[in-house]
């Protein structure tokens, strides 16, 4: 027993060590450039680090971050307060929370899976087996290499789970720790606001005869969640919290109802007609319809999100290798019912109910919530099958793990190798050379001119000039408009106009930063910025 323990201990050891080189490995080059969303949480931390406030001078802000009228959770930016202190303000430093906390999720998953099969002599090899594949897998090593909230909300959630699990088999007091993570959680990203008191409820109904034999410690758990999660509870029914859910959801559609009135027209406004084609049934079957896009084959095994930025679009979020103990094991687990099988299914389809709603599914990101329960349906399928092989069992496990490494070659290959370069578009490239460019000259200039074109310039310029937050505060113009969004005009002597006809004093000297079509007539171009691929995405020019 004492071997079979320190063996698994190694190997824990050796995943983890797997999973900090696959996340960390040239983080600040790979992905190539910082998403507007990275920018914004770096600048963040950066200026929170200095004055305690953000970017908009809320000092110490613990219910939102009001960013770019999105107003974002906002722990992830105190989770990076310490790396840019370190570090710099940087890409790679902006990016350690989120490589941090997916190594720990594949540590903790290790301890989870435990829990979850308390009674099965396996327990051990699903435990391991489910770190790494979790390890190894598209969709969390993409999901931790760039600053995604959402993986540092997972960690919280598997630390919830786990803590809940531990309190009611052997470890009582665990419970605070389970109701401060899942608080915490809600601190991170919005799609946990939902999966977690939902996994609450889940877990409070089917142990509630264990936690009644834990009383006190319910009750401690109960207040100290409730003092963590009170700061934000208010914040949950205002009317900004709910600004980007109806930016991005399903129900916000107008064509729905226009498509429903013009049915119920074409029926002659006959009362079973107002009932066929009533919006909130088009409404509920679209929201079923988003929920199983979601599970799609092809979103897991095939090409994966379309979005590149959680897929490098030839690989699955899974792998093909995946596919039949992934069946298998739902199968295997629905049959044999070890410890509380149940919280897996569960668990997973919970955290599609929150991405359902959105226009844009299936989503990786906003299901990332239901990890790690897909790879622990695949590791059960694998140790399931493999012990019920009497013959040959070493030849085809052997068969198997070069299978499996065959699929994670070529994805991290891919990714190593043509990711940055095919899809260095995707990521906003081109504003930090065109930024280094401008550092260099702007004391030539009165006012430097910049497009929009590539999406919310003004946080590059901040992030990358590293401008002082009182600086920004005292020299910014600031729009809001009644919808909650927020504009930066300018700062400083860096203007970013939404209509680029936008004209300045023909006596002042202007440099323009803008993308290289349409230019106009007799400009002087100073210098073009290129993507990865070679294709030109900036230009610097006079007039």
């Known amino acids: 027993m004492f071997k079979a323990i320190n063996k698994y201990k190694l190997l824990l050891l050796l995943i983890v060590t797997i999973a900090a080189f696959l996340r960390f ?51 992830y930016a105190y ?37 979850i099969f308390w009674n099965s002599k396996d327990k051990e090899r699903y435990a391991i087996l489910t770190s790494f594949i979790l390890a190894i897998s598209p969709w969390h090593i993409m ?17 919830g789970v786990w803590g809940f699990l531990a309190a009611t088999q052997d470890k009582k007091w665990y419970l ?66 709910s600004l980007r859910f109806k930016e991005v959801n399903i129900f916000s559609d107008a064509g729905v109802v ?17 009932i066929i084609h009533n919006r909130r049934v088009l409404y509920s079957i679209a929201y079923v319809k988003h929920y199983f896009d979601n599970l799609s084959p092809n979103f897991f095994f095939i090409r994966g999100d379309g979005n590149p930025k959680f897929s490098i679009q030839s690989v699955g979020q899974m792998y093909i290798w995946d596919i039949p103990f992934f069946i298998a094991g739902i199968l295997f687990l629905l049959k044999r019912k070890e410890g509380n099988w149940w919280l897996v299914p569960l668990w997973l389809l ?18 990332e919530t239901g990890l790690p329960t897909f790879q622990i349906f695949v590791a059960y399928g694998f140790v399931v099958l493999l012990s019920n092989l009497k013959r040959f069992r070493k030849v085809i496990l052997t068969f198997l793990i070069t299978l499996l490494l065959a699929n994670f070659v070529y994805f991290y290959h891919g990714y190593l190798a043509h990711y940055a370069t095919q899809f260095s578009g995707e990521w906003q490239y081109g504003y930090k050379d065109s930024i280094n460019y401008v550092k260099s000259v702007e004391k030539n200039y009165d006012y430097v001119q910049v497009t929009g074109q590539l999406g919310r310039p003004y946080i590059y310029y901040l992030f990358y000039t590293k401008t002082d937050p009182d600086y920004f505060r005292k020299t910014a113009v600031i729009h809001r408009d009644p919808f ?16 680029y006809s936008y004209s300045l004093s023909k006596t002042k000297k202007v440099l323009y930063i803008n993308t290289p079509y349409k230019l106009p007539e007799n400009v002087k171009i100073l210098k073009t910025f290129y993507l990865l691929n070679g294709d030109p995405v900036l230009v610097a020019y006079t007039i």
């Open 25 to 75: 490995y040239q983080l600040g080059a790979n992905p190539p450039s910082l998403t507007w969303d990275e920018a914004a949480w770096g600048y963040n931390a950066y200026s929170i680090g200095i004055d305690g406030k953000d970017e908009f001078g809320r000092f110490l802000p613990h219910d939102y971050l009001e960013s770019f009228g999105d107003f974002k959770p906002p722990m």
């Open 79 to 115: 989770l990076d307060v310490i790396p840019v202190k370190l570090l710099g303000l940087n890409e790679f430093a902006t990016r350690v929370p989120s490589a941090l906390f997916g190594i720990l999720t594949v540590f903790l998953t290790y301890f989870l899976v435990k829990r």
């Open 143 to 159: 999901l931790s290499r760039a600053a995604f909230e959402a993986n540092v909300a997972t960690f919280f959630l598997v630390l």
């Open 176 to 241: 605070v720790i389970s109701a401060v993570s899942f608080a915490l959680s809600m601190y991170t990203f919005n799609t946990a606001r939902i999966v977690a008191p939902l996994l609450v409820i889940i877990l409070i109904f089917a142990f509630r005869k264990s936690l009644l034999q834990i009383r006190k410690e319910a009750l401690v758990a109960i207040v100290v969640g409730f003092i963590v999660f009170l700061p934000t509870f208010g914040f949950l029914f205002s009317s900004q919290a």
């Open 258 to 274: 226009k498509t429903a009135n013009q049915e119920i027209a074409n029926d002659g406004n006959d009362f079973w007609s107002k």
């Open 350 to 367: 919970v955290s599609i109910i929150p991405a359902a709603t959105a226009r844009e599914t299936p989503h990786a990101l906003r299901i």
């Open 484 to 499: 909650g969004f927020v504009t930066i005009e300018r700062f400083g002597k860096y203007i970013f106009p939404v209509d």
